[in-house]
């Protein structure tokens, strides 16, 4: 009877190891697995608005050399070249000269807000203030601010701004305001629950979140570790962590 008790013990306690052992082996592998799904998820959405954004960018500044040619033209002429700029993507255009009035066209039912004419006539100034450049303007990155929130829809767009010149000399700024909505909804949408994604601005204010999740808690996504040392960052970063 001793003797089949210490072979019974023998024989049970390396199988309970094992299965522990096992059992902790597989859930930080699976814990590993999700945590490298997530990342490659993230790095696709991030990715994705920022090839819109840098497309952006680039169309900005090539209409802005453009513009530098037509803008000899009257104030009158060049409202209605800008007006053709506007489409389902971009939905206010704006020629703001270093001298003179401003030109604009803004889509139907747009209602541009006091912040919003902040944050065009910031980019503007700081454009101005930096001067000419000596090599093309083409050389020049456009000045993005943003991802804000529009209307009462709270329709996610970006602002982009890129100097004008001739002949060498700075004549003003061009700037469009450029939704992209449906850019947010294409990469929220191939996140499959119960992952969830959120954008958060620079400084952790939250712009947009997945359908589904309640407006409190998803402000209190900054408040999460790793959203902190991201946002210290101040820079391209990636990372995961498991929460309990």
């Known amino acids: ?12 306690v390396p199988l309970v190891v094992f299965g522990a052992l096992t059992l902790g082996d597989t859930r930080e592998a699976l814990v590993v697995s999700q945590q490298e799904q997530q990342m490659h998820l993230a790095a696709a959405a991030a990715d994705r608005v920022d090839s819109f954004l840098e497309q952006e960018g680039r169309e ?13 033209e009257r104030s009158s002429s060049a ?5 053709e700029f506007l489409d389902e993507t971009v939905i206010l255009v704006r020629y703001r000269p270093t001298r003179g009035r401003e030109s604009r066209a803004v889509a139907q039912g747009l209602v541009v807000d006091d912040e919003l004419e902040q944050w065009l006539e910031r980019d503007a100034s700081l454009l101005v203030e930096q001067g000419a ?3 093309p303007v083409s050389a020049r990155d456009a000045v993005l601010s943003g991802p804000f929130t529009l209307g009462p829809e709270r329709i996610l767009a970006v602002s982009v701004s890129a100097p004008l010149q001739r002949r060498g000399r700075l ?8 939704v ?9 949408g ?31 996504i900054r408040e999460r570790e790793i959203v902190q040392q991201f946002l210290g960052s101040r820079g391209r970063s990636r990372g995961a962590k498991t929460y309990e």
């Open 180 to 188: 992209f909505q449906g850019v947010w909804e294409e990469v929220s």
């Open 133 to 135: 450049s000596h090599g």
């Open 79 to 83: 409202m209605r070249f800008l007006a």
């Open 190 to 220: 191939s996140v499959p629950p119960p992952m969830r994604l959120f954008m958060l601005t620079p400084d952790g204010r939250l712009v947009a979140k997945s359908r589904g999740i309640e407006l409190e808690a998803a402000n209190r």
């Open 60 to 72: 900005v500044v090539k209409l802005g050399e453009s513009i530098g040619i037509l803008s000899q």
């Open 171 to 178: 004549i003003g700024v061009y700037q469009q305001v450029a």
């Open 1 to 12: 009877v001793v003797l089949l008790g210490v072979v019974l013990m023998t024989a049970l």
